[in-house]
């Protein structure tokens, strides 16, 4: 089968990934897939405010993602958050959080910023793989990184990182994956259309894979920034 | 904490010094501006760059119907959201008073300017014409965000080409760009310039920013004459003061101008 875009079935969009793009956020990173090109930005751990959500056993992940309203496939996106946004800041809160040991802040906020410059799907895996860079970046402890993708489903073939024509108008059965590339567990999970349980695990076999490339981008934009001393 | 670095800033401009080594009427480095960093879905974008100060511009077309009061002219529009992205300052929430500030300030100079001949944004006189809205977002805040703005603005209207329209079905496809760019008539610009104890200057840090006793923004067009003004800050400023702030804003204008 011939993908849209000339792709091989296993094939991801070609990826960039830069750290310390923000200098004032204490971690920072951009994540670009395909034309899917996300920034984030990490305070913290930084008290938390309202004084009344402190929790003096666990610190908080707080995860804001948003769209800028030139970056959708259509009309203009209105700004300010939406009930999608707020599910997806949700779901990337938790995609994270098995990475970091919270324990260590006490009545404190992790915060990271995600912003979608423009957009042609995955862009809450984007976001996600930009956000553990960024956490990295800040030097928070981490158990692992967190790389993040959509499969789907597509004329009865699994296809890796879909983009905007296949999950809007091809009709993909969109999965958003993602997993800690050491121990191969998944801590983002969403399905979208129909798929048998054998082809589903199909499907995350070949997730986990491409993840395995991603973390490899990742990993290698994260060592960069300390290579390149003229940089700072 | 502020009063210290207040006090640090106003002993260094007595020597005509800056924190970052600057002279006071000197912008930082690099100041660039780039094209298309959001092609595919915006109609026009740019990234401004000032020194480590770093913005986004993207411009969106929609129809609609015009207003009232201007049947045969489109409209811009231009709405700031500072991203707590940029600045561990901003929070989440509606717009504060200060992206208020920011938007409509950058607006009144595009507007009042003429920068975009809103005739030509007439698709049918009395009921459809264009909106043009320009989104602006700071990456990096690190000062200055004004005169980023404004550069950012113009550039990604520079930088915009109309969607297709198709008049029978009234949609617009804005997977199809046209060749057409926007009626860009004129370039008005803002520069924004600062006195802190009695010194003007150009281009202020964050903290220069909180020290301000007065600012003025100047928006200027290519032939020098003045299109916009915003004064801030909670201090007065005198006649020769404002006279001289002009120059200054003129002089400015010009050299960013060359950036586009």
């Known amino acids: 089968m011939k993908r849209n875009d000339g792709r091989a079935p296993e094939e991801l969009r070609k990826m960039e990934a830069k750290t310390g793009i923000i200098k004032r956020a204490d971690g920072s990173a951009m994540f670009r897939i395909g034309e899917t090109i996300a ?63 919270l324990t260590a802040y006490p009545n404190a906020v992790i915060d990271i910023f995600i912003e979608l410059v423009q957009t042609d799907a995955g862009t809450r895996c984007a976001g996600i793989c930009a956000a553990a860079m960024a956490l990295a970046d800040a030097g928070i402890p981490m158990k692992d990184l967190v790389s993040a993708l959509s499969v789907g489903y597509l004329r009865n073939e699994i296809v890796v990182d879909i983009n905007g024509e296949e999950d809007m108008n091809e009709g993909a059965t969109d999965i958003a994956f993602a997993c800690l590339p050491i121990t191969g567990e998944v801590s983002l999970l969403q399905v979208d259309g129909e798929i048998k349980k054998d082809v589903l695990l199909k499907a995350l076999d070949k997730a986990k894979e491409a993840a395995m490339k991603i973390a490899e981008v990742q990993r290698k934009a994260l060592k960069e920034r300390y290579h390149d001393k003229h940089d700072a | 904490m ?4 207040h006090d640090h800033i106003t002993a260094l401009l007595q020597k005509e010094m800056r924190e970052d080594g600057r002279k006071p009427l000197e912008y930082r480095k690099p100041i660039k501006v780039e094209y298309d960093i959001s092609p595919k879905s915006a109609e026009g974008s740019a990234r401004v760059t000032i020194g480590e100060t ?28 500072l991203t707590p992205l940029s600045n561990p300052e901003y929070e989440l929430g509606p717009p504060s008073v200060v992206a208020i500030e920011y938007a409509r300030v950058v607006d009144r100079a595009l507007r009042e300017g003429h920068a975009l001949d ?46 297709t329209f198709d008049k029978k079905t009234e949609k617009i496809d804005y997977k199809k760009k046209t060749k057409t760019p926007l009626p860009l008539d004129k370039s008005p610009l803002e520069v924004t310039v600062i006195k802190i104890n009695g010194t003007l200057m150009v281009d202020p840090t964050i903290e220069e920013w909180k020290s301000v006793d007065a600012r003025l923004t100047v928006g200027v067009l290519e032939n020098g004459v003045i299109c916009a003004m915003q004064k801030g800050g909670p201090k007065a400023l005198t006649m020769e003061d404002i006279s001289k702030m002009v120059d200054i804003a003129v002089e400015h204008t010009a050299k960013l101008r060359k950036l586009l």
């Not at chain 1, 610190?59 to 259509?74: D, E, H, I, P």
């Open chain 2, 118 to 163: 809103t005739k030509k944004l007439c698709i049918k006189e009395g009921e459809k014409v264009w909106t043009v809205i320009v989104d602006l977002y700071p990456i990096n805040d690190a000062g200055n965000l004004f005169d980023a703005f404004s550069l950012a603005a113009l550039a990604a209207l520079k930088n915009a080409n109309f969607p």
């Open chain 2, 54 to 81: 770093i913005v986004v511009a993207g411009v969106k077309l929609e129809v609609g119907a015009p207003f009232p009061d201007s049947q045969d002219e489109g409209n811009i529009m231009v709405n700031v959201e």
């Open chain 2, 2 to 5: 502020t009063s210290m670095m």
């Open chain 1, 39 to 101: 920034y984030a930005a990490v305070y913290g751990p930084r008290e938390l405010h309202p004084k009344f959500m402190q929790n003096p056993e666990k610190g908080l992940l707080r995860c804001n993602y948003n769209m800028m309203a030139f970056s959708g496939s259509g009309d203009r996106v209105r700004p300010s958050a939406n009930r999608r946004s707020r599910e997806i800041s949700m779901v990337i809160e938790k995609a994270l959080e098995p990475v970091l040991d």
